[in-house]
């Protein structure tokens, strides 16, 4: 593969830390967003596009090695703004990659596809132990997004893999996130790793660090070459020191989109 990697959404908090993190792994970067960015890296190339515009999107797709594509709302919103960033969006970025002949898109899915399902007794949850579950009308697009992704497979070829991302930050925020936390450098490697795999065709993998309380099977990203190096653990004495041990009764803990399944997440349009 030649030519750099468009990551779309690279002002937001994944994008900002693979901005980083590619190049150092000998990905040069073509860094996308609604907002100029930041602080160019040397070598960075910039734009600024709306990702649902798909002139824009497919004169930025040309000649890149692949797409990452993190653009859109990352959280509950109302229909219309969610539907539009995230589905129309996610389409926009598949279809520029199949216009442009782009092989290789890594969309940025969520946990929240599958929110409502119940958290584990025992045993890992696999990517297809269940239906999806969405959560939220997030939880929907990104849904939706995978659905897309399996489309542009099957018809048209493109290697497409979806992260269903657990919680990307730098520490766990949470006693919740003891179980889905992805720190920044893993974050990098498993987006590498979506990049490198060799001929993956279409894939759904769990997004999280080797978290000693984590319920998602690594199992698929590690088949792609991940080899996560973090584990929350190291935050759990602290955490839970601030907030007690979770409580397997309490929604939030046992439903794996944690609060997103929670009532106050009621999208009214
Ligand atoms: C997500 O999909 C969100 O983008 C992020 O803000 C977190 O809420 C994360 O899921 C999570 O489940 O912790």
Redesign the pocket.
């Known amino acids: 593969m030649s030519g750099p990697v468009l990551v779309t959404g690279a002002a937001g908090r994944v994008g900002t830390v693979l901005r980083e993190g590619l190049p150092e792994r000998g990905w040069p970067v073509r860094s996308l967003d609604v907002v100029e960015l930041p602080e160019p890296r040397p070598g960075e190339e910039t734009l600024v596009a709306d990702v649902t515009d798909l002139g824009a999107l497919t004169a930025a797709t040309a000649g890149a090695a692949a797409v990452v594509h993190l653009a859109g709302v990352?959280?509950e919103s109302t229909w219309a703004a969610v539907s539009s960033a995230n589905i129309q969006g996610t389409w926009t970025v598949l279809e520029a990659a199949r216009r442009t002949g782009v092989g290789r898109v890594v969309l940025a899915s969520?946990?929240?596809a599958t929110g409502f399902t119940r958290r584990p007794a025992s045993g890992p949850l696999g990517e297809h132990d269940g239906p999806a579950r969405p959560d939220t009308f997030y939880g929907v697009t990104k849904v939706a997004g995978e659905a897309l992704g399996s489309l542009y497979a099957d018809r048209y070829g493109l290697d497409v893999v979806c992260l269903r991302?657990?919680?990307q930050a730098p520490e766990p925020p949470t006693t919740r996130?003891l179980a889905?936390w992805l720190s920044p450098r893993d974050t990098v490697a498993l987006v590498d790793a979506a990049l490198r795999a060799p001929s993956p065709g279409f894939r759904v993998v769990w997004g999280t660090s080797a978290n000693t309380r984590g319920w998602w099977d690594l199992a698929a990203a590690r088949e792609l070459g991940y080899q996560p190096q973090d584990d929350a653990e190291q935050f759990a004495a602290a955490l839970v020191a601030a907030h007690g041990e979770p409580d397997p009764a309490d929604p939030v803990h046992a439903r794996v989109g944690?609060e997103f399944t929670l009532p106050a997440y009621d999208a009214e349009e």
Request: no cysteine.
């Open positions: 990352s959280g969520s946990n929240h991302i657990g919680t996130a889905t944690g």
